[in-house]
T-cell receptor, first 111, second 114 residues
Framework: EPEVTQTPSHQVTQMGQEVILRCVPISNHLYFYWYRQILGQKVEFLVSFYNNEISEKSEIFDDQFSVERPDGSNFTLKIRSTKLEDSAMYFC?????????FGPGTRLTVT | DAKTTQPPSMDCAEGRAANLPCNHSTISGNEYVYWYRQIHSQGPQYIIHGLKNNETNEMASLIITEDRKSSTLILPHATLRDTAVYYCIVRPHLRDNYGQNFVFGPGTRLSVLP
C-alpha cells in the first residue's frame, strides 16, 4: 500500500540554523500539507500546497517558513532561522482528496 | 477551533467493541465527519469518513445520527494495538477548496486493557 515517507526521522539543530524537512507524498496525490505537533499538544495545520503554489496557510506559517516541490516527487518544508519554539514533530500529508494520508513525521529538536 | 466535542479518555477491554462518541451539534450540511487516530507520536492515521449514512470499512464503523449532530466510531473487536488518541473532525467538501486542511482537537485517548 503506498504511503507518505519523511526524512530525516529526527533532526537536531542549533537555534538560528536553517533546516529542510523532506517528504515524498503518495504518487498520484494532488494536495500536499505540512502540520506540526508540539510535544503534548494538538496537531496544528501549517500550510497546504496545490498546483505548485500555496493554497492556504495558518498564522504559524510566517516568513521563516517556506515550502517547495523541487521535482515531481519531493515536497519540502524549510525553516530559515530556527527558534527553540520550533521544536516539534512535523508531519507531511498528501491527498487526492478528500482524505489525507500522513507520514510518520520528523522530530525537530532545536537547541 | 475544532467544531467537535469528545470525551478526553475511555477504556475498553481487549476483544470488546470500543464505541467512541463525538458531538458536532453545529455541523453544516456540506460538512463530512472524519475519524483519525494517532498511535503514540506517529502520524495521524485515517480511519473512516461519512456524510449522513452509516459507513463501514475494514477498520471500523461510523454511525451518524439522523440529525447529524453526533456520531459514534465503533471498533468491533478492540486489540491492544488500537490504543491511541482518536480524533473526530468535521470538514466541508467545497468544490473550490477540495483540499482544505483538517482542524484537530484534543481527541479521545482510548486505552485498550488486557
Amino acid at each position: 500500500e503506498p504511503e507518505v515517507t519523511q526524512t530525516p526521522s529526527h533532526q537536531v539543530t542549533q537555534m538560528g540554523q536553517e533546516v529542510i524537512l523532506r517528504c515524498v507524498p503518495i504518487s498520484n496525490h494532488l494536495y500536499f500539507y505540512w502540520y506540526r505537533q508540539i510535544l503534548g499538544q494538538k496537531v496544528e495545520f501549517l500550510v497546504s500546497f496545490y498546483n505548485n503554489e500555496i493554497s492556504e496557510k495558518s498564522e504559524i506559517f510566517d516568513d521563516q517558513f517556506s515550502v517547495e516541490r523541487p521535482d515531481g516527487s519531493n515536497f519540502t518544508l524549510k525553516i530559515r532561522s530556527t527558534k527553540l519554539e520550533d521544536s516539534a514533530m512535523y508531519f507531511c500529508a498528501s491527498s487526492r482528496p478528500p482524505e489525507q494520508y500522513f507520514g510518520p513525521g520528523t522530530r525537530l529538536t532545536v537547541t | 477551533d475544532a467544531k467537535t466535542t469528545q470525551p478526553p479518555s475511555m477504556d475498553c477491554a481487549e476483544g470488546r467493541a470500543a464505541n467512541l462518541p463525538c458531538n458536532h451539534s453545529t455541523i453544516s450540511g456540506n460538512e463530512y465527519v472524519y475519524w483519525y487516530r494517532q498511535i503514540h507520536s506517529q502520524g495521524p492515521q485515517y480511519i473512516i469518513h461519512g456524510l449522513k449514512n452509516n459507513e463501514t470499512n475494514e477498520m471500523a464503523s461510523l454511525i451518524i445520527t439522523e440529525d447529524r449532530k453526533s456520531s459514534t466510531l465503533i471498533l468491533p473487536h478492540a486489540t491492544l494495538r488500537d490504543t491511541a488518541v482518536y480524533y473526530c473532525i468535521v470538514r466541508p467538501h467545497l468544490r473550490d477548496n477540495y483540499g482544505q486542511n483538517f482542524v484537530f482537537g484534543p481527541g479521545t485517548r482510548l486505552s485498550v486493557l488486557p
